[in-house]
């Protein structure tokens, strides 16, 4: 929204003609970075409690998405830091101050190249975990979109540094020596963030060709499917801050505040999609202890719940479901729940307590393998 001209201050570019606006998008962006943060810090802690909560180890997809939360954290501080430079300003409404500008054009530099690692290694976990589960030619096709990927951004954060002769002419525009022309940078970070698009849009399909192989019902193969291909959001984020990117051309460097915004946006969804299968997990254990207890045998089950027992066999766990009933026969009694029933007195015959014990099915080897949100599938 548009507000009062300041005052010209001392060393200020020029004097600001009426009619410019003259907001300031540093609230704007400090919070809506530092929410997406928050968010995504829930899901991928939900992700580790599900892997810590069942014994698991941590993998490879793990580590990795949790470097891509540090290194999205990072840019966070350091846009916040920028803020308080003048970064959210309209450049009239700067103070010609060249340390001050130096100075907060590295740190906006630094930032693009934390969102990028982040924005790269989010989208290489979930294909990490996605070789787990596949192979033959989709292996190699992850592997295609891994290497492509992380050679095809990696580029996007390297030009910045080395655009410039001598190099610290990238973040000091005031000293001598020669750049690169703006738009070669623009037009190849088109490129890069579109490729990226599209490798997450893939990403989101394959979980449907891998899922669809197993035996499992309709009804849990969509669902499963449906939580891996999460990342269709992450691939709608890239495909907008594609959008914003020319921008990075523009005299005022208010115009880049929205490409930091969807650039953090891209990684904090991605980061979300890659750990919302977990949650399947929490849902059914929340389920199941919501449920009503009940007495039975002198053992305490949860009503309608089945007592698991798993009997590994190689790499398989089997499923064995049992019955048992029992006559009342016992004396009249104020506590027993049979007396209860009967409502006056025990009467046997009348009165048949029933235990339900069901163990489910899962093949270990896939389970170890599709991880966190499989446990109950196998391959056919």
């Known amino acids: 929204m548009a507000s009062t001209p300041p005052a010209l201050r001392a060393r200020q570019f020029a004097p600001v003609p009426e009619g410019l606006p003259h907001d300031n998008a540093a609230l704007h962006l400090n919070t809506t970075i530092w929410v997406l943060i928050g ?7 939900a992700r580790l409690y599900c892997k810590f909560q069942r014994h698991r180890g941590l993998w490879w997809d793990d580590y990795v998405l949790i470097g891509s939360w540090v290194c999205i954290t990072v840019e966070s501080c350091l846009l916040t830091y920028a803020t308080t430079l003048g970064y959210g300003l309209h450049i009239w409404d700067m103070a010609f101050d060249v340390e001050n500008i130096n100075k907060m054009t590295l740190v906006i530099n630094l930032s693009g190249t934390f969102s990028l690692t982040a924005a790269t290694w989010s989208k290489t976990s979930f294909a990490l975990t996605m070789l787990r589960l596949t192979d033959g030619w989709m292996k190699m096709l992850i592997w295609f979109i891994i ?8 580029l996007s954060a390297l030009f910045v540094w080395v655009q410039c002769t001598p190099v610290q002419k990238a973040w000091n525009p005031f000293m001598d020596g020669t750049c690169w022309h703006p738009s070669v940078i623009v037009h190849y970070n088109i490129f ?3 490729y990226s698009a599209t490798m997450d849009l893939s990403l989101a399909l394959l979980p449907w060709k891998v899922i669809w192989g197993l035996q499992m019902k309709k009804k849990e193969k969509i669902g499963v499917a449906l939580a891996m291909s999460c990342g269709i959001f992450a691939g709608v984020t890239a495909l907008i801050k594609t959008a914003k990117i020319p921008a990075m051309q523009s005299q005022d460097i208010y115009d880049g ?10 990684s904090c969804v991605t980061i979300i999609a890659a750990s919302i299968p977990v949650l399947r997990v929490i849902v059914r254990e929340v389920k199941s202890s919501a449920r009503k207890y009940y007495v039975a045998g002198g053992e305490t089950y949860p009503e309608g719940f089945t007592k698991q027992s798993r009997l590994r066999s190689q790499n398989n766990t089997v499923v064995v479901t049992a019955q048992r009933s029992r006559i009342a026969s016992h004396k009249q009694d104020d506590w027993s729940d049979k007396s209860i029933l009967d409502g006056n007195r025990p009467n046997p015959g009348k009165i048949v307590q029933t235990s339900e014990v069901a163990v489910e099915y899962q093949d270990r080897k896939d389970a170890e393998s599709m991880e966190y949100e499989m446990d109950d599938m196998r391959r056919v």
């Open 257 to 266: 505040v929205d490409l930091f915004i969807w650039g953090n946006a891209e």
């Open 39 to 45: 968010l995504s810090a829930l899901f991928l802690a």
């Open 147 to 154: 290497v492509s990927t992380n050679i095809a951004m990696g």
């Open 192 to 194: 890069s963030a579109a």
